[in-house]
């Protein structure tokens, strides 16, 4: 921002159309919002208005793009406040000043979409905003561009102080948003460097208005007027030779001039002026710091540590009582202090780098007690995460951890926004912290790594120091404590520590502020998500579920937003576990929907999601989306570092590779199961053996294999070594005993499953299946048509195609034989209905063409939708709007001749298109 040029001038406000009502306290996470950085700056009374500048930002508004670019003091940020001031815009202006924390792409975002509403340009609920600090979701930034890209009249969006952006990923977002909001959108960039930006693709098309250092400079008859607005005549020749001297750099010409009003011959001052960094800093120090009073300079030396200073905040600092008249005194009097809102005020950035300087010449050692008193001050007054930064800055860990376990805020340090900052700032805790509060602390960043031998070692600790501790607080540290332990013993895959700590965690929460509990709802959603994880890996689905049913229905807000999504990813997998693909497929879009409307980026969704579509896509035939979901999946966090993430995945990835005549690499995938979740990084894997779900799913996977190997007696073996006595593998057994020439046997154990276990279709339409094999190889064709009728009238709403095409040559026979079964059953693979050849013969069937050809666009986002994406996520790795996406699929649909998206992928793939 550009220096003011007067100390005692007054300024007169910018007024711009549209300015949006005061702002919230805070952005969402808790962060609070820095007003200033939304403001228009004031126009001095001594700025002089450049009108052949003015004129070339009004011919920019022709092109998308306009870059105004400068060193520092070149006047950028006032030539375009002016600017806004005296122009006819063709929509809202939106000011946004950049800093470098802003390089967090969620940061960065988050501000400017808080800057978009805050001058009163109105945003769908549906855009929302990113949910972590180094992530952001980029269908936000498609959601955003389409909603701009719809507007009647373009939004006009300054970026002051660009330079502080070095980020990639942030520029990349903002040229993407810039490339598809079109007409909607006019960015003007005001940039000490050069930007990110790819300014060449802009040059050639001609979208780009430049304004460089070499136009911003001041021409002599531009100097001469700023050398008169303060109050210094000088000859045409000292205004030539000022300008040449500074190169026409607006600050140094406005320093210059503020020098030579107290010199007792201004020309001859300004001859021998050199405006250097050096000289630049001396002359701040000499002429407006020391000018000031001797209360006013101790003041701004020790506020200068402050991002923004309130007089109350400047009173702790200065032990005086007079912080609200000085700062409104030097406001006043233009002296780099401005107000920001809400009775704060900021000191300029360039004069307080400076400031810090000479307080660290002056007073050294003092700048760490001044940021201890700030983040008492701050904690005081209920600005928490400002006064971490300061503890930290003080070097005081103590208070620091102490502020985030006192306020039960260890959660954050998981989840949220804050989480990566928090992480960040206590990286740099010495090993001195000594206390409950540090050790803690130090378990959480080492349990959120999975780091749970030195996680456990350091919440051991806290909790002994915690038992010798009987003062105030201890409720809300002992909470936390509790809150690690569940953590702590899902990682290790522990389900009795798990319920003990989360009993007792409930019982603390009894004892702790109900306010300041109701300020942190992540505690509850991370414990139940934590406790119902490891729940699930010990194989009490129907406790897992209810812990899951719990997080997931807790308070809505950024920092439970994962937790959330991760609970219902789970609940998913435990309706799949229990046989009901159609409510596991709705549990997971409403997993995506709250990931979609939190924000969070794909990187923090849970990797169980993942699992359970490649589960769904084996389950309905689909075994390339499978593919791809498995691989997804496997890169995910979850199939590290989650045991049931880790084991559903090799049982679904045998599965594929059995379904595709690979008996031998589906049984090796399952020996993998063998080293489950045991890393010399992570420490020790899950306790016990395997659950009984991932015993049977391998048992049933097994069997299977040994049967298309031929070997009845192998099979047998691998399921009575499971010990696992599920339904699932009772059917196995059954078909086992039958391919041994048992039918009799096989009958029995298939008599002895329970005709009301609870289980849901998938389960029941298997055992179903087997019965009929059971009775056709019995010779009762007529019950094995009736029990294959009600197999095919369960399996139709859920699309359950595997459990036929495994069901072996039996099924095509008794289908040939009576045809009538499946006349309404046109769902079922092809080459299983009658009068289709089976895949493998020589006359293969041949799908229909489609009714008109496929365009590239509508291939691509078929591709895409074979992969299992959702069509925010198909419109964001294409570019495109949500609502284009949904319209080619519907004109895929109508070329293909079906309905929904699975049914035309199938087609698709009939057809060789993908």
Request: glycine share 8%.
């Amino acid at each position: 921002m550009a220096l003011s040029p007067a100390v005692g001038t007054p300024a007169r406000p910018v007024e711009v159309p549209g300015h949006g009502p005061d702002l919230p306290a805070r952005i969402p996470g808790g962060d609070p919002v820095l007003a200033a950085r939304f403001a228009v700056p004031l126009i001095p009374e001594t700025f002089v208005h450049r009108q052949r500048l003015v004129e070339r930002l009004d011919d920019g508004l022709r092109t998308s793009l306009l870059l105004v670019s400068g060193p520092a003091g070149a006047g950028k940020t006032l030539l375009v406040a002016d600017w806004l001031a005296t122009a006819r815009l063709p929509g809202p202006a939106v000011w946004l000043t950049v800093e470098r924390e802003d390089n967090a792409p969620g940061v960065f975002w988050a501000y400017l979409l808080e800057a978009v509403r805050h001058h009163g340009v109105d945003l769908p609920d549906d855009i929302g905003s990113p949910a972590r600090a180094q992530e952001v979701d980029h269908s936000l930034l498609a959601r955003l561009a389409a909603h701009l890209s719809r507007r009647e009249e373009p939004v006009v969006l300054v970026l002051d102080e660009f330079e502080h952006v070095s980020s990639a990923e942030v520029a990349s977002g903002l040229h993407f948003l810039l490339g598809h909001a079109g007409p909607g959108l006019r960015l003007a960039v005001l940039s000490r460097t050069e930007p990110l930006l790819p300014l060449h693709r802009y040059r050639a098309a001609g979208s780009v208005t430049e304004i460089r250092a070499a136009d911003l400079a001041f021409r002599p008859p531009e100097t001469s007027a700023l050398l008169h607005r303060h109050g210094l005549d000088l000859s045409a020749e000292s205004s030539r030779a000022l300008t040449e001297r500074t190169g026409g750099w607006a600050a140094g010409v406005r320093l210059s001039a503020l020098a030579a009003q107290g010199a007792g011959d201004p020309e001859a001052y300004l001859e021998e002026f050199e405006a250097s960094r050096s000289t630049v800093a001396d002359f701040l120090l000499a002429e407006v710091l020391d000018t000031q009073s001797a209360e006013a300079q101790d003041l701004l030396l020790r506020t200068s540590v402050l991002g923004r200073v309130h007089p109350d905040l400047a009173d702790a600092l200065t032990g005086r009582r007079n912080g609200a008249r000085i700062l409104a005194d030097l406001s006043r009097a233009n002296a780099f202090v401005e107000p920001v809102g809400h009775a704060w005020y900021r000191c300029h950035p360039l004069f307080a780098e400076i400031l810090r300087v000479h307080l660290g010449a002056r007073s050294p050692g003092l700048e760490q007690e001044l940021h201890r008193r700030a983040a008492r001050w701050l904690t005081d007054a209920g600005h928490p995460t400002e006064a971490l930064s300061h503890a930290a800055a003080a070097g005081d860990w103590e208070f620091a951890a102490a502020r985030v376990v006192d306020d039960l805020a260890i959660g954050t340090l998981f989840t949220g926004r804050d989480a990566e900052r928090l992480d960040a700032l206590f990286a740099g805790m010495t090993p001195d912290a000594r206390g409950a509060a540090p050790e803690l602390v130090r378990a959480a960043r080492d349990l959120a790594r999975h780091e749970v031998g030195s996680g456990l070692e350091h919440l051991d600790r806290a909790e002994a120091l915690l038992r010798e501790r009987d003062g105030e607080g201890a409720p809300a540290a002992l909470l936390g404590a509790a809150q690690l332990r569940v953590l702590a013993s899902r990682l290790l895959g522990s389900a009795d520590p798990a319920r003990a700590a989360a009993e007792q965690a409930e019982r603390l929460e009894g004892l702790v502020p109900p306010g300041l509990l109701a300020e942190h709802p992540e505690l509850a959603a991370l414990r139940l998500n934590d406790l119902g994880a490891v729940l699930l890996w010990e194989g009490s689905l129907d406790a897992a579920g209810a812990a899951l049913t719990a997080a997931a229905k807790t308070a809505d807000g950024p920092t439970t937003a994962a937790p959330r999504h991760e609970a219902l990813a789970r609940l998913a997998l435990i309706d799949l576990l229990d046989g009901r693909p159609a409510r596991s497929e709705a549990r997971l879009r409403k997993a995506a929907a709250e990931a979609e409307r939190a924000g969070l980026p794909p990187a923090s969704r849970t990797g169980v999601s993942r699992l359970v579509l490649a589960a769904l896509a084996v389950e309905r035939d689909d075994l390339t989306a499978a593919r791809a979901a498995v691989d997804r999946a496997a890169g995910s966090s979850a199939a590290r570092h989650d045991p049931a993430v880790a084991a559903g995945l090799a049982i679904v990835r045998a599965r594929i590779l059995l379904a595709g005549g690979r008996t031998r690499a589906a049984l090796d995938a399952l020996v993998a199961l063998d080293a489950l979740g045991r890393s010399a990084d992570h420490g020790p894997g899950p306790a016990g053996p395997p659950p009984p779900w991932v015993r049977e799913g391998v048992a049933v996977v097994a069997s299977a294999a040994h049967l298309a190997e031929g070997d009845p007696a192998a099979a047998l073996t691998a399921l009575d070594r499971s010990g696992a006595d599920g339904p699932g593998c009772a059917v196995a057994a059954a078909q086992a005993r039958l391919a041994a020439g048992e039918g009799r046997s096989a009958l029995q154990i298939l008599d002895a499953i329970p005709d009301h276990d609870g289980h849901g279709p998938a389960v029941t339409v298997r055992v179903l299946l087997a019965r009929s094999q059971v009775a056709a190889a019995l010779g009762d064709e007529a019950d094995a048509g009736r029990l294959l009728a009600r197999a095919l009238t369960l399996a139709r709403p859920e699309q359950l195609r595997r459990p036929f095409r495994e069901a072996g040559p039996w099924l095509r026979r008794l289908l040939r034989a009576r045809p009538a079964l499946v006349d309404s059953h046109g769902w079922l693979p092809a080459d299983l209905l009658p009068g289709h050849p089976a895949s493998g013969d020589e006359e293969a069937a041949v799908p229909h063409a489609p009714v008109e050809p496929l365009s590239e666009r509508e291939l691509d986002v078929l591709g895409r939708a074979a992969q299992m994406l959702s069509t925010e996520e198909i419109a964001a790795e294409l570019f495109l709007s949500v609502n284009t996406v949904k319209t080619h699929l519907k004109s895929i649909n109508r070329k293909l001749a079906v309905s929904g998206r699975s049914r035309a992928v199938r087609r698709a793939r009939e057809l060789h298109l993908i």
